[in-house]
């Protein structure tokens, strides 16, 4: 089992930034895909990025591409999300997530880490 924990959520006006961090343990050698998700007030959880962790190719949701960055560190077995040009839609809480099966769902979740972006 992989565990995860996020960090860096804040409270930031439009425009600004913020770098989410999620580090992983427990069975680290068996996570194939990092995602981000988040999840707004009254609504779905909703993909955001992810990251294959052998070979390090990335994906974006259409609402977030050119903004948000998603990499890894090795060393550290920690995800991040950079997020530039944050909009008030960004709010929400993003979660850091797992998939420990090649093209099986995500399997493992964080607890979560609440982004507030102020007009």
């Known amino acids: 089992q992989v565990h995860l924990v996020e960090s860096g959520g804040g409270l930031v006006q439009a425009g600004g930034s913020l770098r989410l961090s999620c580090a992983a343990s427990?069975?680290?050698?068996?996570?194939?895909?990092l995602g981000w998700f988040r999840q707004a007030p009254g609504k779905e959880r909703e993909f955001v990025a992810a990251?294959?962790?052998?070979?390090?190719?990335?994906s974006y949701a259409d609402s977030v591409k050119g903004r948000f960055t998603i990499s890894k560190d090795n060393a550290k077995n920690t995800v991040y999300l950079q997020m530039n040009s944050l909009k008030p839609e960004d709010t929400g809480v993003y979660y850091c997530?797992?998939?420990?099966?090649?093209?099986?769902?995500?399997?493992?979740w964080g607890q979560g880490t609440q982004v507030t972006v102020s007009s």
């Open positions: 997530a797992v998939k420990t099966v090649l093209g099986g769902p995500y399997d493992g």
């Open positions: 427990g069975r680290t050698f068996s996570r194939v895909t």
């Open positions: 990251l294959r962790w052998s070979g390090g190719s990335t």
